[in-house]
């Protein structure tokens, strides 16, 4: 019942401020301004309440979600909606940076753009068409009324620092004409807007026009919506299609910067930009800056991971947006009253009064006891101010170490993983140079002896010719590593690379159960995808060594997107440390293991936009599973 109480009072107060002169009273006006000021320190409170427990919830939700299966929240792209009124050049500039930080931060499931006009994006959020948006702080304010969820950060940058204001209108006209000059010319004239639904560049100069008592819905001659991008409004007014145009603020000097027109092109009528500090000419109040914010379904640990990223874009001198918390914004709910807008919430003094009746006395009660206590609270939220300031700095650094050890362990993992490759390597030539050496002792005794027939020096010298060939290729793979060449990728039968595999450790044949379906093509590297195979293989047969009765079941299959090799064993049970040490650099569970096996496997299968899957099996053995995207014919691809 008492939800939203604050907001309704302060947009009342507000909306009593933006009323005609002839009901203004200097005494009133003191009272309801100490009042806003007291109204304005208890929304702070409850933000920084809000703050904590969002953060609490978050650390103790993290843990669990780690420990889930998150495979399923790749199932499909995390969706960003953008309200692109600035045209796609524009919006380029100003959140190319912030898309590149949210891909990195959600890698590898992939970033889905998906954009809105002011008219589409409410019913784009009521149908749950996005996760994350980013928008003007008045449609943000609608959205999540209307759909839940949370505005997290506001934009800023060079040209608007202050997040409380950064928002706003500009009322241009052709700059030759001499008889529009103030906003009480504007009345009889032609209008050009990009949307009757925008924040900027609608609602908040018709609410301005509202307050100086001018008749909106008569104002105008006629008005000409052009939709996006908003850039259609200088072409318009320039041209003299139309008198006048509402564009947001900024937009101008954009515009001039693109080298689309000239700076005297325009005029801006009521500039205020010389009053308010900004460097961009505006004829309204400023409001909070664009919005970004996070719907219900998005996940805690993604959530995190993406604000972090958004936050850590430093500022920058041209004019890209960087971000920062989200202040206590207010007006957006004024200005909808203001206009009488049917998603406005009802704040008269009648409708206040009546609606709670039945708690007046003890809110009042109440206002008096905080307004006492309010003063003590602002001394103490001062002083923790101060405190999160020193805090935040200390993170900042602390994040900044963070990221320069964690460069430093890239750097030595890579050098390690050389290393670890060597040594595959060399298990790996230990087979054709065994072969080479076999076939030779046993030729050069027989010619020794005079007795080499043909077929049977044919024969030796091809096993000594394929074998010289592996080694070759071996040697090859591993001098690329050292010196960074880049991978060739072909079209290759994961179920023939399989064979291939099983074959060359058929000495293990009594032990492995090959069930492979042919047709599951893949783009890789076949030697990597070999040595793949062939490590997981030889992990498995050493995991049954010790088995009464040893089996290890080698499988190839796909559905409509991957293909899989999956590679099971029967071996002896591990405990929960043993399993979770899998993995993991520098722990392994053989007696003279290294520990980098898997790692390295792994960190090929990334390369081949692949993935590695281990589950424990039941009563024993485990079971890995290697996924990577399917390369489909052109007739498969047509048939989905």
Same mark, same amino acid.
């Given at each position: 019942?008492?939800?939203?109480?604050?907001?309704?009072?302060?947009?009342?107060?507000?909306?009593?401020?933006?009323?005609?002169?002839?009901?203004?009273?200097?005494?009133?006006?003191?009272?309801?301004?100490?009042?806003?000021m007291?109204?304005?320190?208890?929304?702070?409170?409850?933000?920084?309440?809000?703050?904590?427990?969002?953060?609490?919830?978050?650390?103790?939700?993290w843990?669990?979600?780690?420990?889930?299966?998150?495979?399923?929240?790749?199932?499909?792209?995390?969706?960003?909606?953008?309200?692109?009124?600035? +045209?796609?050049?524009?919006?380029?500039?100003?959140?190319?940076?912030?898309?590149?930080?949210?891909?990195?931060?959600?890698?590898?499931?992939?970033?889905?753009?998906?954009?809105?006009?002011?008219?589409?994006?409410?019913?784009?959020?009521?149908?749950?068409?996005?996760?994350?948006?980013?928008?003007?702080?008045?449609?943000?304010?609608?959205?999540?009324?209307?759909?839940?969820?949370?505005?997290?950060?506001?934009?800023?940058?060079?040209?608007?620092?202050?997040?409380?204001? &950064?928002?706003?209108?500009?009322?241009?006209?052709?700059?030759?004409?001499?008889?529009?000059?103030?906003?009480?010319?504007?009345?009889?004239?032609? =209008?050009?807007?990009?949307?009757?639904?925008?924040?900027? +560049?609608?609602?908040?100069?018709?609410?301005?026009?509202?307050?100086?008592? /001018?008749?909106?819905? *008569?104002?105008? *001659?006629?008005?000409?919506?052009?939709?996006?991008?908003?850039?259609?409004?200088?072409?318009?007014?320039?041209?003299?299609?139309?008198d006048?145009?509402?564009?947001?603020? %900024?937009?101008l000097?954009?515009a001039?910067a693109?080298?689309?027109y000239?700076?005297?092109?325009? $005029?801006?009528?009521?500039?205020?930009?010389?009053?308010? &500090?900004?460097?961009? #000419?505006? @004829? !309204?109040?400023?409001?909070?800056?664009?919005?970004?914010?996070?719907?219900?379904?998005?996940?805690?640990?993604?959530?995190?991971?993406?604000?972090?990223?958004?936050? @850590?874009?430093?500022?920058?001198?041209?004019?890209?947006?960087?971000?920062?918390?989200?202040?206590?914004?207010?007006?957006?709910d004024?200005?909808?009253?203001?206009?009488?807008?049917?998603?406005?919430?009802?704040?008269?003094?009648?409708?206040?009064?009546?609606?709670?009746?039945?708690?007046?006395?003890?809110?009042?009660?109440?206002?008096?006891?905080? /307004?006492?206590?309010?003063?003590?609270?602002?001394?103490?939220?001062?002083?923790?101010?101060?405190?999160?300031?020193?805090?935040?700095?200390a $993170?900042?650094?602390?994040?900044?170490?963070?990221? *320069?050890?964690?460069l430093?362990?890239?750097?030595?993992?890579?050098?390690?993983?050389?290393?670890?490759?060597?040594?595959?390597?060399?298990?790996?030539?230990?087979?054709?140079?065994?072969?080479?050496?076999?076939?030779? &002792?046993?030729?050069?005794?027989?010619?020794? *002896?005079?007795?080499?027939?043909?077929?049977?020096?044919?024969?030796?010298?091809?096993?000594?010719?394929?074998?010289?060939?592996?080694?070759?290729?071996?040697?090859?793979?591993?001098?690329?590593?050292? !010196?960074? #060449?880049?991978?060739?990728?072909?079209?290759?039968?994961?179920?023939?690379?399989?064979?291939?595999?099983?074959?060359?450790?058929?000495?293990?044949?009594?032990?492995?159960?090959?069930?492979?379906?042919? +047709?599951?093509?893949?783009?890789?590297?076949?030697?990597?995808?070999?040595?793949?195979?062939?490590?997981?293989? $030889?992990?498995?047969?050493?995991?049954?060594?010790?088995?009464? =009765?040893?089996?290890?079941?080698?499988?190839?299959?796909?559905?409509?997107?991957?293909?899989?090799? @999956?590679?099971?064993?029967? +071996?002896?049970?591990?405990?929960?440390?043993?399993?979770?040490?899998?993995?993991? /650099?520098?722990?392994?569970?053989?007696?003279? &293991?290294?520990?980098?096996?898997?790692?390295?496997? $792994?960190?090929?299968?990334?390369?081949?936009?692949?993935?590695?899957?281990?589950?424990?099996?039941e009563? %024993?053995? /485990?079971?890995?599973?290697?996924?990577?995207?399917?390369?489909l014919?052109?007739?498969?691809?047509?048939?989905?």
């Amino acid at each position: 019942m008492f939800e939203g109480w604050d907001e309704k009072v302060s947009a009342f107060f507000l909306s009593w401020a933006l009323r005609p002169r002839k009901w203004q009273n200097p005494t009133i006006e003191r009272h309801i301004f100490s009042f806003r000021m007291v109204l304005s320190w208890l929304r702070k409170l409850r933000n920084v309440a809000v703050l904590f427990m969002v953060t609490i919830t978050l650390l103790v939700a993290w843990p669990a979600y780690a420990a889930s299966d998150v495979s399923r929240a790749h199932d499909r792209p995390l969706r960003l909606a953008i309200v692109n009124t600035y +045209g796609q050049i524009l919006s380029n500039i100003y959140y190319g940076e912030s898309l590149k930080k949210i891909r990195a931060a959600i890698a590898p499931r992939p970033l889905e753009i998906r954009i809105y006009g002011p008219d589409t994006f409410l019913d784009a959020a009521r149908n749950d068409q996005f996760d994350m948006s980013i928008a003007s702080y008045g449609l943000t304010s609608i959205m999540l009324r209307q759909t839940g969820g949370a505005r997290v950060l506001t934009a800023v940058n060079k040209r608007f620092p202050n997040p409380y204001a &950064g928002n706003g209108a500009a009322i241009i006209v052709r700059s030759d004409r001499q008889d529009i000059n103030t906003i009480e010319d504007l009345p009889n004239k032609s =209008l050009a807007v990009m949307s009757i639904t925008a924040f900027a +560049g609608w609602q908040v100069p018709m609410a301005e026009l509202t307050a100086l008592g /001018i008749d909106v819905k *008569r104002a105008f *001659r006629d008005i000409r919506v052009t939709g996006e991008p908003m850039t259609q409004i200088l072409d318009l007014v320039h041209s003299g299609e139309a008198d006048v145009g509402f564009v947001v603020n %900024c937009l101008l000097e954009d515009a001039h910067a693109l080298g689309k027109y000239k700076a005297d092109d325009f $005029k801006v009528i009521g500039d205020r930009g010389a009053f308010s &500090g900004s460097s961009c #000419k505006h @004829s !309204t109040r400023l409001y909070p800056n664009w919005s970004f914010s996070i719907k219900p379904q998005m996940s805690p640990d993604e959530s995190k991971a993406v604000v972090m990223a958004l936050l @850590s874009i430093p500022a920058s001198e041209d004019i890209s947006v960087n971000w920062t918390l989200t202040p206590d914004g207010t007006g957006a709910d004024a200005v909808f009253q203001q206009l009488n807008l049917p998603y406005a919430e009802a704040y008269g003094l009648r409708d206040l009064l009546l609606e709670y009746s039945g708690v007046a006395f003890g809110v009042l009660v109440a206002v008096l006891v905080l /307004i006492v206590n309010i003063v003590v609270l602002t001394v103490a939220v001062r002083i923790r101010t101060k405190q999160t300031e020193k805090a935040l700095a200390a $993170k900042m650094q602390s994040d900044l170490d963070a990221r *320069r050890a964690a460069l430093k362990l890239r750097t030595m993992e890579k050098l390690s993983a050389v290393g670890t490759l060597s040594s595959m390597a060399a298990h790996e030539l230990k087979q054709p140079l065994t072969v080479v050496n076999n076939y030779a &002792g046993s030729l050069r005794r027989r010619l020794m *002896r005079s007795e080499v027939p043909r077929d049977v020096l044919i024969e030796a010298l091809t096993e000594i010719e394929e074998s010289g060939l592996r080694a070759a290729e071996v040697i090859d793979l591993v001098r690329g590593y050292a !010196t960074n #060449k880049e991978r060739t990728f072909v079209r290759t039968d994961l179920a023939m690379t399989a064979r291939h595999v099983l074959e060359r450790n058929r000495k293990y044949g009594h032990l492995i159960h090959p069930d492979f379906r042919l +047709g599951t093509y893949v783009q890789a590297d076949t030697i990597e995808l070999e040595l793949v195979l062939t490590n997981l293989l $030889k992990n498995a047969v050493a995991a049954v060594a010790d088995v009464e =009765l040893p089996r290890v079941e080698f499988k190839v299959w796909r559905d409509e997107t991957y293909a899989y090799a @999956s590679i099971a064993d029967n +071996g002896k049970p591990l405990t929960d440390e043993q399993f979770a040490q899998i993995g993991q /650099i520098g722990r392994t569970t053989k007696k003279n &293991g290294m520990g980098m096996g898997l790692a390295i496997v $792994k960190s090929l299968l990334e390369a081949h936009s692949g993935a590695l899957r281990i589950e424990r099996l039941e009563p %024993c053995g /485990i079971c890995c599973t290697v996924r990577l995207p399917l390369d489909l014919s052109e007739d498969e691809a047509q048939n989905q």
